[in-house]
């Protein structure tokens, strides 16, 4: 694909923070998820991270990021944050929370501060690939950098 990556406020934190990564550009299918990033990047789904945009009982937003090939145990998540139930936000919720569309959310420069978790094992990988801040769009970096530039929680929510 030719065409230019975006400039994301995901991006933006990302330079500012000095942080090397590399640009990854495919064509969006809906409801495709990371199946179809990974297929047209030909990279491992497992290192396919998605941003989920959840919230507690009370309605408070949090981030939870997962491998793309694995689900999140969302009574896991929230009896290891202390919460009494965790479920995902609606789509409308959760582009409010975020500042970006589903499917183009990133954990990097959200409209909104909100936790973030991230599956521990997620830091075991040499690379990961997570959303740039547009559909069709993905970043590669080393997952440490992403947990120095971002205040994230490790957890142990995996489903395979």
């Known amino acids: ?13 990302l330079r500012q923070a000095g942080v090397t990564y590399t640009e990854h550009l495919y064509r969006y299918e809906d409801h495709g998820g990371t199946a179809v990033s990974a297929r047209e990047l030909g990279v491992d789904e497992h290192a396919v991270i998605k941003t989920l945009v959840m919230e507690d009982e009370k309605g408070v937003p949090l981030i939870i990021l997962m491998h793309g090939d694995r689900e999140v145990s969302t009574k896991e998540l929230a009896r290891q944050i202390g919460a009494k139930s965790v479920q995902p936000c609606k789509p ?20 909104k501060v909100m936790p973030i978790h991230a599956e521990a094992s997620i830091f075991e990988l040499p690379r990961i690939y997570l959303n740039g801040g547009s559909r069709g769009f993905l970043v590669g970096l080393d997952p440490k950098d992403l947990e120095r530039v971002l205040k994230i929680v490790r957890v142990y929510v995996a489903i395979p």
Request: hydrophobic share 30%; aromatic share 4%; proline share 6%.
């Open 1 to 13: 694909m030719s065409a230019k990556a975006p400039s994301t406020n995901a991006t933006r934190l």
């Open 92 to 111: 409308e919720a959760a582009n409010r929370h975020s500042g970006y569309l589903v499917g183009g959310t990133s954990p990097l420069g959200t409209k």
